[in-house]
């Protein structure tokens, strides 16, 4: 099997990703009049998404990604433990970089859906009702991102738990002057609240103005 160097990887993926960018700003400014990707050749659409995959991949750390911790061997050493615990840490920060990456992307296409004009039966709609649903689909989309948010920050926050017992432990390794729970309150976050602070939601607030507070 070739093993291609880390660095020499994430340059060809820098540059695979430049040359996407390059070929979609040469579209866009250049040919067919400015007409959207969509209307452009099938081998041209295919070629790009291939290339901007594989750079993709290129870019990846795949050492960061954990699909199998090995939580049924029993550990011998601390510096199993401590490794495992950190691979905790590594697969809840993994998944709420991804469920962040995904509440980018639901607001990025529900506020494209919105500013669109709605039809029901290939009719537009009136004025009144385009702009109920608008309002509708906005409180529903707020709603969302905070239980989506509240669930990021949730992971992020065991994710440094996980870590901070790691740290622990390396530390009553180094030194003995500290004890092992004195070293377990003194990394781990349980004291810092990182909660929502009080009626601070969106929805508090509408109620606030409804019952005219």
Not at 21 to 46: A, C, M, R, V
Request: net charge positive.
């Amino acid at each position: 099997m070739i093993k291609i160097n880390r660095n020499f990887r994430i340059q060809l993926g820098y540059i695979g990703l430049g040359l996407c960018i390059i070929t979609l700003l040469i579209g866009f400014f250049y040919l067919e009049d400015k007409k959207p990707i969509q209307s452009w050749s099938t081998h041209l659409q295919f070629g790009l998404s291939l290339v901007l995959l594989i750079s993709l991949i290129l870019l990846f750390n795949f050492n960061q990604i954990l699909f199998d911790n090995r939580e049924y061997i029993a550990n011998d050493t601390k510096a199993k433990l401590v490794q495992k615990i950190r691979f905790r840490g590594v697969l809840f920060n993994n998944i709420a970089i991804i469920l962040f990456l995904l509440i980018i992307a639901i607001i990025i296409i529900s506020f494209r859906e919105i500013t669109k004009p709605f039809t029901a039966f290939n009719k537009p709609l009136t004025v009144y009702d385009s702009l109920s649903l608008r309002i509708s689909a906005t409180v529903v989309l707020i709603f969302l991102v905070q239980i989506l948010f509240r669930v990021f920050k949730y992971l992020l926050r065991v994710a440094a738990f996980y870590n901070a017992r790691a740290d622990a432990i390396e530390l009553d390794s180094l030194s003995d002057k500290l004890l092992l729970k004195e070293s377990m309150d003194l990394f781990t976050p349980d004291k810092y609240d990182i909660s929502e602070l009080e009626n601070s939601s969106v929805f508090g607030e509408l109620l606030k103005i409804i019952k005219g507070k």
